[in-house]
């Protein structure tokens, strides 16, 4: 739906701006936007005019939306002192320095205020500050502002204090969040002509033919639920709308404080995440019912036994990913924010609806007298399959995979194309404004002045975008050199018409931040670590959690090598795309574990055959569902492949190799390596 793009020049005369001072600006806004719970955004630097560009996605139209008070907000300096008089100049202590973290919340007289907690260093300056002023005023300033001025009563030796007179509660939000965003290293202007409403970045085409993908996709995966499981998939075709419509809700503004989502490509990837893993709820839970009409059991007795043995294979594998998504959501910036909050949403959607509203639907229509077996299936016979005999074939073809990844990127890393097809948004590059005097819509754009641009500079990895309002149009390309720049110029006046007298490049640097990629890898690592303990603590056995990760990397490297080899763009979409493969891989896994673990049994004793044949029987009982599952994510993630614009098939063409490195690894590969680590490094009592 587009957002505000808002230009800052640093108000610093006669002082020489370094690049640590722009890289500091630039992730303070950073802070600041994310503070506001907006997940998605742009904020670069134009290294050749000193300029941070800073882009966000709230609409023009929103009446409670005042584009330049928040423009106003993210350039404020925001430094917090203490002086020891009404006139700053005394002063005692500065937020910069001496104040860890404030917090909004109410005084004991019920009025709004914002509580700051001082560092050690602070907490004795300001101890022995009104240790000296009791009877006297201490000044609060932010910036040139004074806010606050109270009378000191007593010494204040906590370390904390707060400031009050806020008007509400937005007031104490809004400066905790400026102070503990911390101070621009200087003061930012902005052109109120600059701060202009910009186009989306995708095209109302687009999102519609998302929306027909997704659609079909939902169709057909309900339709061969239904071909497989008769009745039982009728109910879950039931439940998965149920959880479909429960995310569209949450996300859309039916909820309260909805509108802090934000639907990105990422998000969506979150959401298809989250239906893979209700699909894959249900056809553990039907398979179980099937298994146990096969004993003989009655219909009945089959659903309550097979909802009870499902139970702990659907929780452990939710369970591990909403750890993931805690993971992301406290440690994460940016879209992984969006995923992760997207992702949250739909999992604990998928678990209601596949323990609560598929077991309420299913009794519902045995109690109407929908009873016999037929409807339901019974569970074939099926030989043994000796997975753990292939091992070494399992192995060696990932092996394979996995090194060409690393020897494509050894090549295109010696040829100076980079390792891997980094794109605008992790190395940055040249932004050109032109004036067309035509108002194209996006789909025009990309249709039209996208392929010229491509042409020209021989790169396809283009972002276009209008200025709403005008009938100007920037595009974002890969860093350009001068004579570049002359003949796109050129290009854009001789074959698009643009007006030569308006067209300006800059160049600008990554949206991704250094910190933005840090705080992802550091949130997937402990993401996974927390994973790997939740999985030892519920298996009592590090094995499996050990298993699980190891196949997660595995999975990661398999795409990751597609990455390297097929040269596709590594923009912001790339961390989302690895995260919904960790979250997808290790889910896949745990079933598998959960049915090794029952086949195990209490005996802490099996002989290396014994162990052998659990795990062949493991997989071989689970593999209808690892094949099912994978079926129905991988047409759902194909059709958006299908169907959509060409920034969205270098999203999906991805994940379906994740899918099926997914669905390769929890089948040849976890149980495998399980089995490796069980006989190698036997414990003492096992």
């Not at 879209?335 to 009794?363: H, Q």
């Not at 390792?419 to 035509?438: I, M, P, Q, R």
């Not at 129905?632 to 098939?649: C, H, M, W, Y």
């Amino acid at each position: 739906r587009g957002g505000v793009e808002a230009v800052f020049s640093p108000d610093k005369e006669g002082v020489d701006i370094t690049a640590n001072d722009m890289d500091a600006a630039k992730a303070i806004i950073e802070t600041r936007l994310v503070n506001k719970n907006i997940t998605d955004y742009e904020v670069y630097t134009d290294n050749d005019n000193h300029q941070i560009i800073v882009r966000f996605p709230w609409a023009a139209n929103e009446s409670d939306f005042d584009a330049a008070a928040a423009v106003q907000e993210l350039g404020e300096t925001a430094l917090l002192t203490f002086c020891r008089n009404e006139d700053k100049n005394d002063v005692i202590l500065s937020g910069a320095q001496d104040i860890d973290r404030a917090e909004a919340g109410v005084n004991e007289n019920g009025a709004y205020v914002v509580y700051l907690y001082f560092t050690d260093a602070g907490s004795s300056k300001f101890a022995a500050a009104t240790a000296e002023l009791v009877g006297r005023k201490i000044s609060i300033w932010m910036d040139e502002t004074k806010i606050s001025a109270p009378t000191v009563n007593t010494a204040i030796t906590n370390g904390t204090a707060y400031i009050d007179g806020m008007a509400g509660s937005k007031e104490a939000k809004d400066l905790a969040d400026k102070i503990n965003a911390g101070s621009l290293p200087f003061a930012l202007t902005v052109d109120d002509s600059k701060v202009q409403i910009i186009s989306p970045t995708l095209g109302s085409d687009a999102l519609r033919v998302m929306l027909i993908a997704g659609a079909i996709a939902f169709g057909i995966v309900c339709l061969i639920m239904i071909i497989l499981y008769r009745v039982n998939g009728v109910v879950a075709a039931i439940a998965l709308l149920g959880q479909l419509a429960g995310s569209i809700a949450c996300i859309s503004g039916f909820f309260p404080n909805a509108d802090s989502f934000t639907l990105t490509v990422p998000g969506i990837a979150g959401i298809i995440l989250s239906i893979g893993m209700a699909v894959d709820a249900n056809v553990i839970i039907f398979a179980r019912i099937r298994e146990e009409i096969a004993t003989g059991k009655t219909v009945n007795s089959s659903m309550k036994i097979g909802f009870k043995k499902a139970m702990s294979a659907i929780l452990d594998g939710n369970i591990t990913t909403i750890i993931a998504a805690l993971v992301l959501i406290a440690l994460g910036s940016g879209t992984v924010k969006g995923f992760a909050y997207t992702l949250m949403i739909g999992i604990v959607l998928s678990m209601f609806t596949a323990l609560v509203v598929t077991r309420w639907i299913l009794y519902s229509f045995y109690a109407i007298g929908i009873r016999d077996e037929k409807f339901y299936g019974r569970a074939k016979e099926r030989r043994t399959l000796n997975f753990l005999g292939k091992r070494g074939v399992f192995f060696t073809v990932s092996l394979a995979m996995i090194a060409a990844g690393f020897i494509g990127m050894g090549v295109h890393a010696a040829k100076g194309s980079g390792a891997l097809n980094y794109g605008l948004d992790f190395v940055g590059g040249t932004s050109t404004t032109a004036d067309y005097g035509k108002d194209y819509t996006i789909e025009e754009i990309e249709n039209t002045i996208v392929p010229v641009v491509a042409d020209v500079i021989g790169d396809k990895d283009i972002m276009a975008n209008k200025v709403e309002g005008t009938t100007q149009i920037t595009v974002k390309t890969r860093t350009l050199t001068l004579d570049e720049r002359d003949t796109l110029e050129q290009a854009l006046v001789d074959q698009l018409g643009a007006d030569e007298s308006s067209i300006t490049s800059q160049s600008i640097s990554s949206t991704v931040s250094s910190e933005m990629r840090s705080d992802a890898i550091v949130a997937v690592i402990v993401s996974s670590i927390c994973m790997l303990i939740y999985i030892w603590f519920r298996f009592k056995d590090i094995r499996f959690g050990a298993s699980a990760v190891l196949a997660l990397i595995h999975d990661v490297l398999i795409v990751l090598a597609f990455y390297a080899i097929a040269r596709i763009s590594v923009g912001n979409t790339f961390i989302a795309c690895m995260l919904t493969i960790i979250g997808y891989s290790i889910n896949a896994s745990i079933v598998i574990f959960d049915r090794i673990r029952e086949n195990l049994g209490n005996s802490k004793k099996h002989s290396d055959e014994a162990l052998k044949e659990i795990v062949n029987r493991s997989i071989t009982q689970t593999l209808t569902r690892s094949i099912y599952t994978s079926l129905t994510t991988f047409i759902t993630i194909a059709a958006l492949f299908i169907l959509g614009v060409p920034s969205i098939r270098e999203f999906a063409a991805p994940l379906i190799v994740g899918i099926v490195a997914g669905a390769f690894s929890s089948v040849c590969i976890s149980g495998p390596l399980w089995y490796i680590l069980k006989t190698k490094f036997k414990s003492k009592n096992k």
